[in-house]
T-cell receptor, first 115, second 113 residues
């Protein structure tokens, strides 16, 4: 079974530039998550999709971050314009849906450095 | 108060030691309790999960949940250098129409040969 794919793996940009990350979840997984993980901290949920729809984006800085999930499969996360504090690893994860499911499968992450 | 708190690290132990990793939570609505392991420059991977108070054992790992005290632990017996990683506790509750998962901040563990 193929895992969660993310690209790029690394990105360095200057502040005020824009950047986009791509995620391809495990086939058949209805739920997709984007997390921000700052060095030394746990993953912080930015947005959660259930199929095509957003179920939780309460911690997404909507003035600069946006995300979409195309046809309930792939997803992109965009930052525009980037700030220094956006330097972090951006993790994508997917899972089956349902109250009894518990496992999220994570991709390797995209390490973003904003200079 | 954060919903999920975790013992701060880093933790450094000699090979063969017993390791105890701990988390507390404030919301009694959490129903599932997970431990993820994250190696450097990798995504987290599920190590263990449980949904009831008590102990659950899997090889050298034991997950313990005490819902009355809102406290969970992960014990690692006969720790190995390959156990060196960051350990994240995670908890899931039901939010109207979807599952909400909250991760703890993580504890970094180093097992010294």
């Amino acid at each position: 079974e193929a895992g969660v794919a993310q690209s790029p793996r690394y990105k360095i940009i200057e502040k005020r530039q824009s950047v986009a990350f791509w995620c391809n979840p495990i086939s058949g997984h209805a739920t997709l998550y984007w997390y921000q993980q700052i060095l030394g901290q746990g993953p912080k949920l930015l947005i959660q999709f259930q199929n095509n729809g957003v179920v939780d984006d309460s911690q997404l800085p909507k003035d600069r971050f946006s995300a979409e999930r195309l046809k309930g499969v792939d997803s992109t996360l965009k930052i525009q314009p980037a700030k220094l504090e956006d330097s972090a690893v951006y993790l994508c994860a997917s899972s089956l849906s349902g109250a009894s499911t518990y496992e999220q499968y994570f991709g390797p992450g995209t390490r973003l450095t904003v200079t | 108060q954060k919903e999920v708190e975790q013992d701060p690290g880093p933790l450094s132990v000699p090979e063969g030691a017993i390791v105890s990793l701990n988390c507390t939570y404030s919301n009694s609505a959490f129903q599932y309790f997970m431990w993820y392991r994250q190696y450097s420059r990798k995504g987290p991977e599920l190590l263990m999960y449980t949904y009831s108070s008590g102990n659950k054992e899997d090889g050298r790992f034991t997950a313990q949940v005490d819902k009355s005290s809102k406290y969970i632990s992960l014990f690692i017996r006969d720790s190995q250098p390959s156990d060196s990683a960051t350990y994240l506790c995670a908890m899931k509750r039901w939010e109207t129409s979807y599952d909400k998962v909250i991760f703890g901040p993580g504890t970094s563990l180093s097992v010294i040969p």
